[in-house]
Each structure stands twice: as C-alpha cells, then as structure tokens.
C-alpha cells in the first residue's frame, strides 16, 4: 500500500468514526426531556402526515456506543488504519502460514510410521495403500486414470506388462526418477512398403496374417529394430521397450495407430517426482502401483483420506 492510500484510508476511517461519534452528540441533546414530545420536523406530506422529532431510544444509543468504542479497540489491535499493524502483530498471512505448518506436521506423523519400510512389505499393508491410492488419485491419475487402467501413450498399470520393468526396485526409480521413452520414426528407412512388411511380420508374432511379407520384415526387424526391441521382440526393461508380441499396445492397438508407431516415430515422458514429493510418499506410490497387479494384495478403500497431498 502506498502511503497516500495508507494515508487515505486512514482519513476516511477516522473521518467515519467522528461522524457517527457527532451523530451521537447531535442526537444527546433530546437527553432529559419527555420521551415522547409533539414537536415535528417541519416535514409535512400529502397536506396532513407530519414526522415528530422524538429523542432516539436509549438502547439504541447503546448499542451506538459500543460499536464506536468496539471500532476503536479493534482498530487498535488490528490491522484497519491505512498500513498500521495493529499492536497484536495479526495477519492473515501469518495465520495461514501456522495453519500449513500445522498440517504439514500432521501428514508427516502420519508418514513417518512408513519411511523405514521397504516397498514389498507396504504393498501388503492396507494401510499403507489408502495412503498410496490418495497420492496416486493427487499426482498421477491425470495421466494413468483413477483405476490406474491407463490411457493412449500413458501405460496401463494394472497388468503385468511394464515396460520399464515391474521388480520393486525399477518401479520406484520409475516414479522417483522420471523416464523417457523414444522411438524414432522408420517410415523414410523402411518405405511405405517396407512398413507394410513390418506390420506384417509383428501381426505375425501374435499368429495373425496381413497382406505383406513377413519374412522381408522379419530380416529389417532383426537390423533395424532388434537393439531396442529385443531380438525376440519381446522389449528390454533397460530401454523402456514395449513388447511387441503380446498384443498389448501402448498407443492403441487400431493396425492404424501400430503403423503410425512405426512411420512417425512415438515419444513418452514419466515425469520424476522425488523431489516434489520426497522419499516416503514414493515409496508408497511404487507399492500402491504393485498392489494393482498383484491379485493378493490387499485393496486400498475409499475411506481414510489422509495423507493424500
Ligand atoms: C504427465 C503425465 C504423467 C504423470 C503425472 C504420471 N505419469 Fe507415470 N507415466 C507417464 C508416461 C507417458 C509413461 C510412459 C513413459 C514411456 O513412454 O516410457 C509413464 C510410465 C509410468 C510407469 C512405468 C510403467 C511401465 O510399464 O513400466 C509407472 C510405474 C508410472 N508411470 C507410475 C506413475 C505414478 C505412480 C505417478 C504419480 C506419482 C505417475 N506415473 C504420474 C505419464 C505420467
Ligand atoms: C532406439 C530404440 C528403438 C528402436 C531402434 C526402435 N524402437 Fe520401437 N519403440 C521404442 C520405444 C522406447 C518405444 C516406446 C515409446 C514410448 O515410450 O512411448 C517404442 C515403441 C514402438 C511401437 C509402439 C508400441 C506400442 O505398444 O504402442 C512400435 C509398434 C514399435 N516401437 C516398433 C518398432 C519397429 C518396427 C522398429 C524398427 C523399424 C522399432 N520400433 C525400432 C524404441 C525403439
């Protein structure tokens, strides 16, 4: 605040205490005499209604009173008068700063119970998955869907097929660490032929026929694809490969959308989120993520929402 706005406010802030405080004066004078008086206004309407000029009743004068004087104790202790502090020192700001601190110091007691355990033994506890689902429905359903069922170019977590690897350890480093996947483009290196004969040749690994030649495939899948995708085409957790013969495409399984995969190339990035979320909730993220493919583990409830910042 500027000072001439300080300046300002602080003006029309006295300005309206001094008049009610004249108001309350100029309506003392009627003090002492009768209550009830025949003198008016001088205001006469439609020829015959006059106002009578009666002293205001005391309670109400009160009640004046108080607010005045209530006016003046709180602008002394608050802040009102321009940019004074007021001598409490209170600010909004201040109070909302002790109200986070607060929670936060609430969510990491709740935490705390779980920053020594490994990821496999807080996959078996329920406890512990209530937590992880609220985290994952905050941070990661926009991208994987509240079931975790993914979407398009955003893998599905509920299965068993990863393409970063599924052991406990490669899944938390997947969510702390981030991942990107790149596939370049083959559709100059191979031609619009040469693509068709990809097609025909992965369809081929899953027992379906298509109209190109597979084994000519089949010899560009060995040189140009096998260092990435296996030489089985099976994909390599080291890469990031999705694996190519079981059916399960990451974006989309339409023959339309595998042969854009392979002419145009397909980029996929897992954000990291260690340092925004911190070892603990990770950690609880990466067994949340493995109780959804394991049919025995325990199922995170609905209830119990705490600790899900
Ligand atoms: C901005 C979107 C986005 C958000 C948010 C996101 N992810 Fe991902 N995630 C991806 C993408 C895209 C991939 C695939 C990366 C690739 O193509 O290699 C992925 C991959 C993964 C994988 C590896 C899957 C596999 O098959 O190996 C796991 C596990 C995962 N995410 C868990 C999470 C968790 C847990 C969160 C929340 C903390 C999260 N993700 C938040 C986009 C996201
Ligand atoms: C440099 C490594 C690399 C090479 C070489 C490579 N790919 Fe890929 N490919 C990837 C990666 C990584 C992905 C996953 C992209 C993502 O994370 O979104 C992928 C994705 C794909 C997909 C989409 C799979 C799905 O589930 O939707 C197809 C199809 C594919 N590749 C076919 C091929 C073919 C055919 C070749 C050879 C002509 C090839 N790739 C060569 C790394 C590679």
Not at 19 to 39: K, M, N, Q
């Amino acid at each position: 605040m500027t000072l001439s706005h300080s300046l300002f406010i602080i003006v029309l802030t006295l300005a309206n205490i001094g008049g009610a405080l004249w108001l309350l004066w100029w309506t003392r004078r009627s003090r002492g005499e009768a209550s009830v008086t025949t003198e008016t206004t001088g205001h006469v309407w439609d020829e015959d209604l006059r106002e009578l000029n009666n002293p205001l009743p005391r309670w109400w004068l009160w009640l004046f009173i108080i607010t005045v004087a209530f006016g003046g104790v709180y602008l002394a202790l608050y802040p009102g008068l321009g940019s004074a502090k007021g001598t409490l020192g209170w600010s909004s700001a201040t109070e909302h700063d002790a109200a986070a601190r607060a929670n936060a110091a609430r969510i990491e007691q709740t935490l705390a119970p779980y920053a020594a355990r490994d990821v496999v033994a807080l996959s078996d506890d329920r406890a512990a998955l209530n937590i992880g689902r609220n985290l994952f429905l905050n941070n990661c359903a926009t991208c994987h869907g509240s079931d975790g069922g993914g979407a398009p170019g955003f893998p599905n977590l509920t299965d068993r097929d990863w393409l970063w690897g599924g052991e406990p350890d490669l899944v938390l480093a997947t969510i702390a660490n981030g991942r990107a996947g790149v596939m370049p483009g083959w559709g100059e290196a191979l031609g619009a032929r040469g693509v068709e004969d990809m097609l025909a040749y992965l369809y081929s690994l899953q027992g379906r026929d298509l109209a190109g030649d597979k084994r000519a495939g089949a010899v560009k899948y060995t040189e140009l694809c096998s260092v990435c995708h296996g030489v089985d085409a099976r994909g390599k957790p080291e890469m990031g490969t999705p694996n190519l013969t079981d059916g399960v495409w990451l974006h989309g399984g339409a023959l339309t959308s595998v042969r854009d995969s392979i002419t145009h190339g397909r980029t996929g990035t897992m954000p990291e989120h260690l340092s925004r979320l911190g070892e603990t909730r990770v950690k609880l993220l990466a067994a949340y993520v493995l109780s959804l493919s394991k049919p025995e583990a325990p199922r995170a409830a609905l209830a119990d929402v705490a600790a899900g910042q």
